[in-house]
Structure formats: structure tokens, C-alpha cells
């Protein structure tokens, strides 16, 4: 465990897959508390609202059994919310050089805002490296089996929501 502290592991769940399932997972064995974020971002698009995604999370934390995880969404600054939850550590998960541009770059901007909080990167394992949210939600929309990639229940909401909403990909 490392020094009782809380941390906050941010994601877009869009929707949440087993990398990220993998990752919230090794830090909950490392913080006291962990809290897995649903990042609402003005500038993205999502196809599942903030509950939608904060529901499919909360299928892992209970499918892991885990107690000392929050799940919950927030707008604006990662580095605020870290602040208002008194979280001292910013979790981010890498899959590969691509993640780890982005990741340094908004390390780099929220160590200008908090030079207190840290962030820690922890790298996705081999066989989900390259399993991202957007394949997912591409073969979901092709009607394809997505239960390789997220867990049961989550695959049975995004199959529901695509049927309930009639979604499909764009034509060219």
C-alpha cells in the first residue's frame, strides 16, 4: 500500500473495458481509496451519458468485489477534482507511445496547476494493449460479439442501448 493515500483514476468509459478494469483493479490494491472517474469532457463526444458510463463501472467494482472504490463523474480539471477529493495521486493507464504523448502532456499541464499531485502511470498488459474504447464501441455498432473486450454485463448494456437508440456507424 502506498502511504494511505487516495487516489483518482480518470476515464472516458465510452465504455469501459477490461484494460481499464485491469488497471482500476492493481490500484486498488496500491491506494487506501481509489476513485474511478468518469471524465466529462465538452470537447469529446460520447455515445453513453455520464450515468450510463458511471453504471457500466460500477459492474467491474462489483464483479472485482472491490470496497474501497468510488465511482462517480466529474466536469473540468482533473487536477480540481483531485483537489476537492483530496486525492494526492492521478492514476493514468498506458497501452502504448501514442497514450503515453497524451498522458505526458496533461501530466506536464496539471503539475502546472497542482505541483502536489502526482501523477502515476501504469502500463495495460500485452493482450489488452490494444483493446481501446473506440474498437469496442466499433464492433458494438457492427452488431458483433464485444464479451472478449468488457465484461458480460457491460456488453449487455452497450448491445441494449445500441437496440434501444437503433445506432449504427456513419455510412461513407
Keep these: 500500500m502506498i502511504k494511505k493515500q487516495i487516489a483518482i483514476y480518470p476515464i472516458s468509459a465510452n465504455p469501459p473495458t477490461w484494460g481499464h478494469a485491469n488497471i482500476l483493479l492493481r490500484a ?3 491506494f487506501d481509496h481509489v476513485y474511478w472517474a468518469a471524465a466529462v469532457n465538452a470537447n469529446k463526444k460520447y455515445i453513453f451519458s455520464a450515468e450510463n458510463r458511471i453504471q457500466m463501472m460500477q459492474e467491474y467494482v462489483k464483479h ?3 470496497k474501497n472504490i468510488s465511482v462517480e463523474s466529474y466536469q473540468g480539471a482533473t487536477v480540481r477534482y483531485a483537489e476537492k477529493i483530496n ?8 497501452r502504448n507511445m501514442a497514450d503515453f504523448q497524451g498522458e505526458i502532456e496533461q501530466a506536464t499541464g496539471n503539475r502546472g496547476i497542482n505541483e502536489t499531485i502526482e501523477t502515476v502511470l501504469m502500463f495495460a498488459p500485452p493482450d489488452l494493449s490494444v483493446v481501446s474504447s473506440s474498437l469496442v464501441r466499433e464492433l ?3 452488431g458483433e460479439n464485444i464479451e ?7 456488453a449487455a448494456m452497450v ?6 437508440y437503433n ?3 456513419p455510412e461513407n
Excluded: R
Design 159 to 164: 448491445s441494449d442501448f445500441i437496440a434501444e
Design 167 to 169: 445506432l449504427k456507424l
Design 148 to 154: 472478449a473486450y468488457v465484461l458480460k454485463e457491460v
Design 28 to 30: 486498488s490494491s496500491l
Design 140 to 142: 458494438a455498432l457492427l
Design 87 to 94: 486525492a494526492k495521486v492521478i492514476i493514468k493507464g498506458l
Design 64 to 66: 472485482y468485489q472491490l
